[in-house]
């Protein structure tokens, strides 16, 4: 099946959602071609495994919009049937904007997908991860968001062959571009992850998190409760709109376990939660759970690492 | 101005969703999407500095229309709404079709969304009615300064971004971007004598259709049958024991 898959951009290189998406599209063995879309000089992300087409933007204009023009174009010329990206906010703008070109709606939360004589179906996951939702696609055109972390990367060596297409710039001028400093180990790739709820109580008490983490080598995350409060930035979010983590170690500290908390860790190797309510739906998910008080157990616990 | 903004009537979020045949079954009785209220809360700002005229669009069952004046209450000043059994079900883009056709009619300006609702969180809704607009689209605006220029704040993946708002465009906000007011009992009184409009599927050009077929759902066990134990001051001490042995510490 003839397969493009929307490319995103971190750190010059492919993102890891892009790669995850690649490597379940080789398992099928599909006919696939990369369009990425990013404002990067120089980005290295010609792929030794398939054809890749870099669309430029200019990062001071907003022109998502443009893109997806070209893309449909692409999609038009090339007869593609499957199109594929990551859940993200570039290629949820994307993705949503093929929809209404191509006439066919897309399917979101994807979490694994098939091919089978010419038809695309789908596995989302529902209520938290509680069951799987499975959709037949019948439209001429298939439009996928894939959640991070679906399936495994695919090994690729990166070259610089691929063709630059320069997009023009919209009358939608952006300024002020503010970029979060990343330091110590990332959510995203770390084998432990911390993560805090409301029930730290309080926004000093987070050095808590931090000293453990700084013992554990942990990533530290949180909720969207706290991050909506402003006690951390939005990329630490953890769950549905936030980022999804599979660490070895997930430490759940003052959180309640909500479904669209959950989705974003469940899939962690071994939970160990703290919460004082023993109801909490979060030990639903822990293997070793704490019912007590976060400020009284982390305290001893960074005494005693 | 005229602002249209969505407001999308939900099962009560306290319950859990449940389907039938691969549709979220919908009470009699739903309410206000919190993630909606972001978006009226917007709306309103811009009202107060702009004289604005705000309406509320949905689609949906209407049933007891709790959400919708759950809306009116904040402070819009009417609403309209599309309930038709062919719409049971709908997809994302049929939705975003019927919205949009709702913003049509009303010649709206400015249209503004939540990013996704709580219950069927597809999260492309805003973006598919500014393609069918032919408006720009400002997503993910998680901060909005109102002065005589109004300046939006998006949230991108590596931080954030500023835009003046154009005199035309559709904005989704986040959850959390603004503080939604609270109706005191005034406005709680003043909402039940706004217009509350139903507006017949067959005023409305839908091109779309329900592309996707629905399946299965399959239930899986996730729940884990870890150890608890409850904190008596050495609980600690099994956390340290557990990190030894899966060789974090
Ligand atoms: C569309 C949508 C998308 C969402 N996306 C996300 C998402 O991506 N990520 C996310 O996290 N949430 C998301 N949410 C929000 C989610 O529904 C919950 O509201 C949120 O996860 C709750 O955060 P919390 O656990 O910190 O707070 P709460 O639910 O308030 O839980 C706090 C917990 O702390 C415990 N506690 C309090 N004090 C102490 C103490 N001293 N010691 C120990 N325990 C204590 C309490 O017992 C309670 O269980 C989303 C919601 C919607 C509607």
């Not at chain 1, 290189?13 to 995850?20: I, Y």
């Not at chain 1, 939660?273 to 739906?281: L, S, T």
Request: with cysteine.
């Amino acid at each position: 099946m003839k397969t493009l898959i929307i490319g995103e951009i971190i750190n010059n290189n492919l993102s890891s959602g892009t790669l995850e998406i690649l490597g379940k599209a080789k398992s099928l063995d599909l006919d696939v071609q990369v369009v990425t879309v990013g404002s990067d000089e120089n980005p290295s992300i010609g792929l030794d495994l398939c054809k890749q087409t870099y669309l430029k933007r200019q990062n001071n204009s907003l022109n998502l919009s443009k893109a997806a023009t070209k893309i449909s174009e692409i999609i038009k010329n090339e007869e593609i049937s499957l199109i594929l990206g990551s859940s993200t906010y570039m290629c949820r703008d994307l993705i949503s904007f093929l929809s209404v070109d191509l006439n066919s709606s897309p399917v979101s939360n994807v979490i694994d997908f098939d091919v089978a004589s010419g038809n695309v179906s789908t596995v989302n996951s529902i209520n938290g991860g509680e069951s799987l939702y499975k959709t037949k696609i019948n439209s001429g055109q298939a439009l996928l968001l894939i959640r991070p972390k679906a399936f495994d990367p695919v090994e690729v060596n990166f070259n610089d062959d691929f063709e630059t297409i320069d997009l023009d710039g919209s009358d939608l001028e952006v300024f002020d571009i503010f970029i979060e400093e990343k330091s110590g180990p990332q959510l995203e790739d770390s084998k432990v992850v911390i993560s805090a709820g409301r029930g730290m109580v309080d926004k000093e008490n987070l050095e808590l998190i931090e000293t453990l983490a700084s013992k554990l080598n942990a990533a530290i995350g949180g909720t969207r409760a706290i991050v909506d409060a402003g006690w951390m930035p939005y990329s630490q979010q953890v769950g549905q709109t936030g980022k999804t983590v599979k660490p070895d170690v997930y430490i759940a500290c003052g959180i309640s376990g909500a479904t669209q908390h959950q989705v974003g860790m469940k899939d962690s190797k071994f939970v160990i939660a703290i919460n004082k309510d023993e109801e909490a739906p979060i030990f639903q998910l822990a293997d070793l759970g704490i019912v007590g008080d976060t400020l009284s157990v982390i305290p001893k616990l960074n005494d005693n690492i | 101005m005229k602002i249209a903004v969505c407001a999308k009537q939900i099962p009560d979020p306290a319950n859990e969703v449940t389907y039938s045949n691969g549709t979220i079954e919908r009470p009699e009785e739903q309410v206000l999407d919190d993630t909606d209220r972001y978006g009226i809360e917007v709306a309103l700002q811009l009202k107060e500095k702009f004289d604005a005229e705000v309406t509320i669009i949905s689609m949906g069952p209407s049933g007891t229309q709790k959400g919708l004046q759950q809306a009116l209450q904040m402070g819009a000043d009417k609403a309209v709404f599309v309930d038709d059994e062919s719409l049971k079900g709908a997809n994302s883009l049929m939705t975003a079709n019927v919205l949009s056709e709702l913003a049509k009619s009303l010649s709206a300006d400015i249209v503004i969304f939540g990013t996704e609702s709580t219950d069927g969180y597809s999260g492309t809704v805003p973006q598919q009615v500014s393609r069918y607009l032919d408006l720009e689209c400002i997503s993910y605006v998680k901060a909005v300064e109102i002065n005589d220029n109004v300046t939006l704040t998006r949230q991108t993946v590596e931080g954030s971004e500023k835009l003046n708002m154009p005199e035309k465009c559709v904005i989704s906000v986040t959850a959390g971007g603004v503080e939604p007011r609270y109706p005191n009992f005034k406005d709680i009184m003043a909402a039940k004598s706004k217009p509350i409009e139903q507006v017949s599927i067959s005023d409305l050009t839908i091109n779309t259709t329900q592309n996707l077929e629905f399946i299965d759902i399959e239930t899986v066990e996730n729940s884990k049958s870890g150890e608890k134990i409850v904190d008596e001051g050495e609980a600690y001490q099994e956390i340290v024991n557990k990190l030894k042995e899966l060789k974090v510490i």
